[in-house]
């Protein structure tokens, strides 16, 4: 290497070009255009229609002097509240409206605590068990309203019921062709009872499901620190289920709450209105007396009654996810 090229200065490397900047993307547009609103569009209507047609007619029907001459005729007098006023001064009323928080509670209650203990044994069950107990409770829910409450008519009939016939054989002889549903205390027995094995199910299933979500290692933590069963379910399981529970409550309560095909295949109410709660209630009223506008007033009194109390219960969850 001559003189020259060794104190030659050294060659600077070109600069590398900056990469250009990537363009703006451009906003994706929707090429479905109004077509999946246009396919959804005749369920939607429909189900608008059946919700609040029949809805609007009831508030409609309450505010009117409506009865079988106006159903015939189809015109009637506004009248405001004036149904509203004279269910609310009527004492058989406010019976009927105890009553129903009665059902209602009662109902709730052992739904709720039947499910519980339903769902803890099946999840402490084997396999083949787990499907027998799954399979027993799908069943049972599936079975149709009107057919299981006309086989507990046939359990309690009087001469020919499998009850009285047990009763009597143990020794009970009071018991032979009693009259169940001609007693109001049993025949208000005998629909929770009904109410209660037809809903049991579903909730049980429901709870089954929540509790298989929960891990298996906090348990495990808790019953190495000491905690027995009971302490486990109340601070380990429950809290993880609450949402769920609270579900399954506040869909027990409607369901309880409306409850009529079954009082109204048993009993349609009797003895006297010892099973008559607000649904049954209104029927009697636009079918018997033949007053559909206070029947439409009791049912959105009904309607009221039932969202008020779903209301504190979801106050009462909200309230609870906050705090925790």
């Not at 005998?190 to 298989?212: G, H, K, M, R």
């Amino acid at each position: 290497m001559s003189a020259t090229e060794e104190h030659a200065p050294p060659r600077r490397r070109p600069a590398r070009a900056s990469a250009p900047p990537a363009p703006p993307r451009r906003p994706t547009r929707d090429r479905s255009g109004p077509w999946p609103y246009v396919l959804i569009a005749p369920a939607v209507l429909g189900m608008l229609y059946l919700l609040l047609y029949p809805l609007a007619r009831a508030v409609l029907i309450s505010l009117q002097d409506f009865r079988l001459r106006e159903l015939i005729s189809g015109d009637a007098d506004f009248v405001g509240l004036a149904n509203y006023r004279a269910l609310l001064t009527d004492a058989r009323f406010w019976t009927v409206v105890r009553r129903t928080f009665l059902f209602m509670a009662v109902d709730v209650v052992l739904i709720m605590v039947l499910a519980l203990l339903v769902a803890l044994m099946t999840e402490r069950l084997g396999r083949v068990w787990r499907t027998v107990v799954l399979s027993s409770l799908v069943l049972a829910w599936a079975m149709p309203v009107v057919a299981a409450t006309t086989v507990f008519q046939w359990l309690f009939h009087s001469e020919f019921g499998i009850v009285n016939w047990a009763l009597t054989s143990l020794g009970a002889h009071s018991f032979e062709r009693y009259p169940w549903f001609a007693h109001g205390t049993a025949a208000f027995a005998i629909l929770v009872t009904l109410v209660v094995w037809q809903s049991v199910p579903f909730a049980a299933i429901t709870l089954y499901s929540a509790l298989t979500t929960v891990p298996a290692e906090l348990q495990e933590s808790a019953r190495l620190d000491g905690a027995g069963a009971f302490r486990i379910l109340r601070s380990v399981t429950f809290p993880m289920i609450r949402p769920i529970v609270m579900l399954v409550l506040c869909l027990e309560v409607i369901w309880t709450f409306k409850a009529f095909v079954q009082i109204w295949v048993m009993t349609k109410g009797g003895p006297g209105d010892a099973t008559t709660i607000l649904p049954v209630y209104a029927v009697q009223t636009a079918l018997s007396r033949q007053r559909y506008d206070l029947g439409s007033a009791a049912s959105m009194i009904t309607v009221v009654l039932m969202s008020g109390v779903l209301v504190l219960y979801f106050r009462q969850m909200f309230r609870q996810e906050n705090e925790s």
